[in-house]
């Protein structure tokens, strides 16, 4: 598995000198990918990890639901 140029294109453009705090991490879900760009937080000795992006595969897509209805992400 490995992050293709477009998702690198994407998280270089947040990469901005003022935030040093991004991170863009990978995970598998049922053999299939998803990529997510995330701000890793310190608070004491604790790390918080909040999505800001995530990208699916369009196997992922077709079985997320809101609702119980199929998600609508467009095409």
């Known amino acids: 598995m ?3 140029a477009n998702e690198r294109r994407l998280f270089h453009t947040l990469r901005d000198p003022e935030y040093s705090n991004f991170a863009l991490l990978q995970a598998e879900f049922e053999g ?3 990529s997510f760009i995330v ?4 608070k004491g000795d604790d790390y ?3 999505p800001l ?3 699916l595969d369009q196997a992922l897509l ?3 639901t809101c609702d119980g209805k199929p998600l609508d992400v467009g095409s």
């Open 2 to 4: 490995s992050i293709n």
């Open 32 to 34: 299939k990918r998803a």
């Open 39 to 42: 701000a890793i937080n310190r």
């Open 48 to 50: 918080f990890i909040s």
């Open 53 to 55: 992006a995530v990208l």
């Open 62 to 64: 077709d079985r997320c």
